[in-house]
């Protein structure tokens, strides 16, 4: 590959790039006029505006990014995550021109794309499964059946979906019709498919995903887990690696499962499968992302790998660089999403300007941004900001650090979820690795928790001001003794 093409935008359209260019390839960004001035179009040996604003009629229209691609001769496209990286017919395009998607082949999006057909497909291998059922459901009082069978409480699920759309939890039988059928309309809405299944909630869940790389020769390896159970809205909001859950057996056992959901859908390149677990640490299939994740450098760093340059390499039909016996976790790390949202307020939406910013320093602290000072925060897109990530020997350490770069981290004109961020590392719960996917809804259903804590820190620092104050009065005071006494 000489030139690739990143269609996507903002930090991961930056994070991209940068390995492109590591590699010695050329690279091409495409934008939205949203994204002119966007750091990202710089940074790229070319750049092409492709639309105005909304993703509709810009990173989601697949004919003016293959035309570009044709016309500046690009030997592959790199999705990035989200837009149309797990989009099948997208794939089948750039096959059928001659172009290669850095990422699986269509038909492996297709199977793992469906939470029915890849239940399905897994099956075969003996990977554990949520107790329910793996087919369609489209009768309220069918789905009735089904939950009494399981028992409540249970969870309707959008068969098409991801990102919580589509997802009802039902805990009574009375609520089961209504739940259903709001399931079902989000469905629709947001997938354009209103198919949904039903199976068994696991109490007291742990959200835990594995890494997982195959290339074109039958080598397949996990690159172990990530633990991303703090979520808001069914979303992940803080991730880290490795899991302070598991053992290195349950790793074991985790880990070659993955593998064999990859087999089963003959899969090539960088893929996540997100399990549950639950109380006693019995673990059950979720789903495959068949893409890079958000979350990515976490892995990258526990690892030392660079792991879009492992896709990149796959996609030029390489061998995998390691094999799972000389892969191994050294450290700890952790990632917090910096979102423009207002935590107080549910975390709605808080667009704005960036007045200031200024990112934490150190060996230790990785920013991967989109973003720089006097910019605006686009209205059309997800609103994160950045990722923040940091290192240590220990858990502990990494979490100590991340509470010193989010205090260094200078962001002002609009809300962040750095304070949420804070709240987390701090709280005991997190910190003694006793969670799930509960947390916000345990310990932070109540906004005055988090104004407490802040409040508690303003009053410290006051203190501390106060103190300090104090003392230099006192000295001062002394100092002025002294030389009274020297004059006398």
Same mark, same amino acid.
Request: a negative charge; charged letters at 30%; hydrophobic letters at 40%.
């Given at each position: ?225 990530? %633990?991303? @159970? &703090? ?5 992940? !909001?803080?991730?880290? /690696?490795?899991? +302070? $859950?598991?053992?290195? *057996? ?75 016996? %000389?892969? @191994? &976790? ?5 990632? !917090?999403?910096?979102? /423009?949202?207002? +935590? $107080?307020?549910?975390? *709605? ?140």
């Amino acid at each position: 590959m000489k030139k690739i093409l990143v269609s996507n935008r903002g930090e991961i359209a930056r994070r991209v790039i940068r390995t492109v260019k590591k590699m010695g390839i050329r690279s091409v960004a495409v934008y939205s006029e949203a994204d002119k001035d966007a750091p990202f179009v710089f940074e790229a040996d070319e750049a092409v505006c492709i639309g105005p604003a909304p993703s509709t009629q810009s990173y989601l229209v697949q004919d003016k990014i293959i035309e570009v691609a044709k016309d500046l001769g690009v030997d592959g496209i790199h999705p990035g995550y989200g837009f149309l990286s797990e989009n099948a017919d997208f794939a089948k395009r750039l096959k059928q021109e001659g172009i290669t998607l850095i990422g699986p082949s269509p038909e492996a999006m297709e199977v793992m794309g469906d939470k029915l057909s890849a239940k399905q497909a897994v099956k075969e291998y003996n990977v554990p499964l949520v107790p329910g059922v793996d087919k369609a459901v489209v009768d309220p009082q069918e789905a009735l059946e089904i939950a009494k069978q399981i028992g409540f409480p249970v969870l309707i699920k959008a068969s098409a979906g991801g990102g919580g759309k589509g997802m009802r939890l039902v805990e009574r039988e009375d609520q089961m019709v209504e739940q259903m059928q709001l399931a079902q309309s989000e469905a629709r809405s947001s997938f354009g498919n209103d198919a949904v299944f039903v199976e068994k909630f696991v109490t007291k869940p742990r959200h835990i995903e594995i890494q997982v790389f195959a290339d074109n020769h039958g080598n397949i390896v996990h690159l172990f887990e990530r %633990e991303c @159970s &703090i979520q808001r809205r069914h979303q992940k !909001v803080i991730e880290e /690696a490795p899991s +302070a $859950l598991l053992t290195p *057996a349950l790793r074991e056992e985790m880990g070659q499962a993955a593998c064999n959901v990859a087999r089963a859908c003959n899969y090539s390149g960088a893929g996540t499968v997100e399990f549950l677990v639950d109380a006693d640490k019995k673990f059950y299939f979720l789903e495959m992302n068949t893409r890079l994740q958000v979350e990515h450098p976490v892995t990258e760093e526990i690892t030392g790998l660079d792991l879009v340059e492992w896709q990149i390499r796959v996609a030029r039909n390489e061998v995998l660089p390691n094999k799972q016996e %000389e892969l @191994s &976790i050294k450290g700890h790390a952790m990632e !917090v999403r910096v979102y /423009a949202e207002d +935590a $107080l307020n549910n975390f *709605a939406p808080d667009i704005g300007t960036l007045r200031r910013y200024r990112k934490p320093q150190g060996d230790h602290v990785r920013v991967d941004d989109a973003f720089e000072e006097g910019m605006e925060i686009p209205i059309y897109y997800d609103p994160m900001i950045a990722k923040l990530v940091t290192t240590g020997e220990t858990r502990e350490e990494s979490i100590d650090r991340m509470i010193q770069a989010i205090d260094d981290y200078e962001i002002s004109g609009l809300r962040t979820t750095l304070d949420f961020g804070k709240y987390v590392m701090k709280h005991t719960a997190f910190r003694s690795g006793d969670f799930d996917t509960n947390f916000v809804k345990h310990y932070f259903s109540d906004p005055q928790v988090m104004l407490d804590a802040q409040d508690m820190e303003e009053k410290a620092l006051t203190a501390s001001l106060d103190a300090i104050y104090d003392h230099l009065t006192e000295v001062k005071n002394n100092e002025f003794k002294s030389v009274s006494i020297h004059q006398k």
